[in-house]
């Protein structure tokens, strides 16, 4: 049975996701949506995520509109659209249990992304980013989480950490912004999202400001070890306690 978040375990879950993306470029949606979904139904915590999201993204634009690469961000974003109708369509229509499922799975499948070798780049980049586009809006558009295709392509490809990151962090700003319009022409958009979403505000602001401060800091490895560790707990936990 699900039980409603208190105020302080919600801004504990979104302020760390808030904190590790803001210092590595992902990861805020694959850690706060697997420990969202037990606590919320997943069409709650979708939105939760996403529109909790903005704000945090639309900061680091600003911080690092300079290193992206507008060319490689839309050609990702008109494919994720072409896949996102599928993954919003399933969100409304799937059961909560095979949801949580999905985000387990997609959790599972991120950690494995991050910590298996990737071996040599692809030659035709344009295609794989094409695929990686289309799977990451449809994967988005159920679970909120549209990051694992685009973070294994980058990962793969070895694009340079300050542009890579760059370019995440504009795509997530643009596709989400998409996402959530689908949301409210389906009905998934209600006062309860934007109610839990304003509730979160603190312990983001939190996680932004120390993200920030640590960026420069401390060894960037140590936080992607935690991110790691925190979506592996979280999609096993999402899977295990699905019902």
Same mark, same amino acid.
């Not at 039980?3 to 694959?30: D, H, K, M, Q, R």
């Not at 949506?33 to 995520?49: E, K, Q």
């Not at 999202?193 to 312990?203: C, E, I, Q, V, Y």
């Not at 400001?209 to 960037?220: A, N, Q, S, T």
């Given at each position: 049975?699900?039980?409603?978040?208190?105020?302080?375990?919600?801004?504990?879950?979104?302020?760390?996701?808030?904190?590790?993306?803001?210092?590595?470029?992902?990861?805020?949606?694959?850690?706060?949506?697997?420990?969202?979904?037990?606590?919320?139904?997943?069409?709650?915590?979708?939105?939760?995520?996403?529109?909790?999201?903005?704000?945090?993204?639309?900061?680091?634009?600003?911080?690092?509109?300079?290193?992206?690469?507008? @060319? @490689?961000?839309?050609?990702?974003?008109?494919?994720?659209?072409? &896949?996102?109708?599928?993954?919003?369509?399933?969100?409304?229509?799937?059961?909560?249990?095979?949801?949580?499922?999905?985000? &387990?799975?997609?959790?599972?499948?991120?950690?494995?992304?991050?910590?298996?070798?990737?071996?040599?780049?692809? %030659?035709?980049?344009?295609?794989?980013?094409?695929?990686?586009?289309?799977?990451?809006?449809?994967?988005?558009?159920?679970?909120?989480?549209?990051?694992?295709?685009?973070?294994?392509?980058?990962?793969?490809? @070895?694009?340079?950490?300050?542009?890579?990151?760059?370019?995440?962090?504009?795509?997530?700003?643009?596709?989400?912004?998409?996402?959530?319009?689908?949301?409210?022409?389906?009905?998934?958009?209600?006062?309860?999202?934007?109610?839990?979403?304003?509730?979160?505000?603190?312990?983001?602001?939190?996680?932004?400001?120390?993200?920030?401060?640590?960026? @420069?800091?401390?060894?960037?490895?140590?936080?992607?070890?935690?991110?790691?560790?925190? %979506?592996?707990?979280?999609?096993?936990?999402?899977?295990?306690?699905?019902?």
């Amino acid at each position: 049975m699900l039980t409603e978040p208190t105020p302080l375990l919600l801004n504990l879950i979104l302020g760390v996701s808030a904190c590790v993306s803001t210092i590595t470029g992902f990861g805020y949606a694959l850690i706060a949506m697997p420990f969202l979904v037990l606590l919320l139904n997943p069409v709650v915590a979708a939105p939760v995520v996403l529109l909790s999201a903005t704000p945090l993204t639309l900061v680091l634009v600003v911080e690092c509109y300079r290193q992206m690469s507008p @060319r @490689r961000i839309l050609h990702l974003l008109l494919f994720a659209l072409l &896949g996102m109708p599928l993954g919003v369509h399933g969100l409304a229509s799937l059961p909560s249990a095979t949801i949580r499922t999905i985000v &387990g799975a997609t959790s599972i499948v991120a950690v494995l992304v991050l910590v298996i070798r990737r071996g040599e780049p692809l %030659v035709r980049e344009g295609v794989a980013r094409s695929v990686a586009g289309i799977l990451s809006g449809m994967i988005g558009g159920v679970s909120g989480m549209t990051g694992p295709p685009v973070v294994l392509l980058g990962l793969k490809q @070895r694009w340079a950490h300050g542009g890579f990151r760059a370019d995440l962090i504009g795509y997530f700003f643009l596709l989400h912004g998409s996402i959530l319009v689908a949301f409210g022409q389906v009905g998934l958009l209600d006062g309860g999202s934007l109610d839990f979403t304003l509730h979160s505000a603190p312990g983001i602001t939190v996680g932004l400001v120390l993200g920030l401060w640590m960026k @420069r800091r401390v060894d960037e490895e140590i936080y992607r070890r935690l991110a790691i560790g925190l %979506v592996a707990v979280g999609g096993i936990s999402a899977i295990v306690l699905r019902h």
